[in-house]
């Protein structure tokens, strides 16, 4: 979110820059290099608000995109030629020259790295397939460590790039799993798209693997009361890592699995292994097809205990996410004892939103 709202920041800046275009007479000669700067300028300008655009409009399919961002780099390469080469009224040499010059190396070095190294997750951990099987409607994917392997907490996410033609595109997926003393790590990945849909075909016992993480902050933090946990669909991956890494002492946990049937329920058995085994973790199916909506009232009225007391913790579509937060509230539930994580990757700016505020405050 902090990347996204940083390049659209920038992207405003240039647009600013752009518009205002000082007119100053009397600062050299207008040569050929200072013609092919000012045009690398045109160029960086409209390179970069085309792969911003692009960026923020998610129905551009991933691959498409995550191939056109790698070229921002390139873009910001031929701004900083333009910097170094038009005519301003210091010298490069001057403090802000030099100010301005720093900022244009150390973006220039990032790109190549980004490039050349992070990008093809060289420095990723080595793995290989252990076994693939189903998982509800998902796949449930599990790795091995060919070296030493890493270790993650519970709930966080990984950047795993398979070693099987056409799938060398690094993805992102939640870790399904607690920590291993052997460092295996599995995956839970539901047909979603292009690469998911196809995935479980080209997987096989023995297919190399490099992962890159573990990312992410979306891991347990209990204020000592109740807690409610709150999955839906395959949103409950970061929650079987949880369950499975449940301490014996912990207080009463509640989780709301919402799904669209027992049958499609990834890792329902493991979870309802550990409610055999743990009288304090209450698993709730809410199945859409016979179940009425999940809500705040029908939580509050499943716990032990007053509603400021607990600790609600969701994974799932964003929209449910915002009503399950207000309603929460409502009932006593302070902001900061409900805990989500932004898992998407790519999200768009809220165009929607904003018009809609628009036209609301033109009507009045």
């Known amino acids: 979110m902090l990347h996204k709202w940083l390049g659209i920041s920038a992207l405003a800046f240039i647009l600013l820059r752009d518009t205002i275009d000082a007119e100053m007479d009397g600062l050299g000669a207008e ?11 045109e160029i960086s300008l409209y390179g970069i608000l085309a792969l911003v655009v692009i960026t923020i409009a998610t129905f551009v399919p991933y691959h498409l995109w995550r191939l056109t961002h790698r070229f921002i780099g390139g873009f910001y390469a031929a701004s900083a030629f333009h910097f170094a080469f038009i005519l ?33 997750l060289a420095n990723a951990h080595n793995y290989v397939v252990d076994t693939v099987g189903r998982a509800g409607d998902a796949l449930a994917v599990t790795l091995a460590p060919a070296g030493r392997g890493m270790r993650q907490a519970p709930g966080q996410f990984a950047f ?5 033609p056409g799938f060398t595109e ?34 096989k016992p023995g297919v190399k693997a490099k992962v890159a993480g573990p990312y992410g902050r979306f891991q347990r933090k209990s204020g000592g009361g109740p807690e409610v946990w709150i999955a839906a669909g395959i949103g409950v991956t970061p929650f079987v890592a949880w369950a499975e890494a449940l301490e014996a002492d912990a207080p009463p946990v509640w989780l709301f699995y919402c799904i669209k049937s027992r049958e499609s329920a990834a890792h329902l058995d493991t979870l309802e292994a550990i409610a055999a085994a743990n009288a304090d ?27 400021s007391e607990i600790s609600a913790a969701f994974c799932g579509p964003k929209p449910m996410r915002e009503t399950l937060q207000q309603d929460f509230q409502a009932l006593g539930l302070r902001r900061s004892r409900f805990h989500f994580e932004e898992f998407e990757i790519r999200s768009g700016i809220g165009l929607r939103l904003m018009l809609a505020w628009f036209l609301k405050r033109i009507r009045k």
């Not at 040569?31 to 300028?41: H, P, Q």
């Not at 199916?285 to 029908?298: C, F, H, Y």
Request: net charge negative.
């Open 281 to 307: 973790f209450n698993v709730v199916l809410v199945e859409s097809g016979k179940d009425p909506r999940l809500t705040a009232a029908i939580i509050a009225e499943s716990i032990d205990g007053p509603m």
């Open 160 to 164: 795993v790039q398979f070693e099987a």
């Open 88 to 120: 301003k009224p210091f010298a490069l040499t001057d403090p802000a020259g030099l100010y301005v010059l720093a900022f244009c190396a150390i973006g220039i070095l990032s790109y190549l790295y980004t490039l050349l190294v992070s990008g093809r």
């Open 170 to 203: 690094p993805h992102p997926f939640t870790i399904s799993q607690g920590p291993a003393d052997d460092r295996r790590i599995r995956f839970t990945i539901k047909p979603l798209g292009d690469f998911t849909d196809v995935l479980g075909s080209a997987l």
């Open 31 to 41: 040569t050929l290099l200072v013609e092919i700067a000012e045009t690398f300028g």
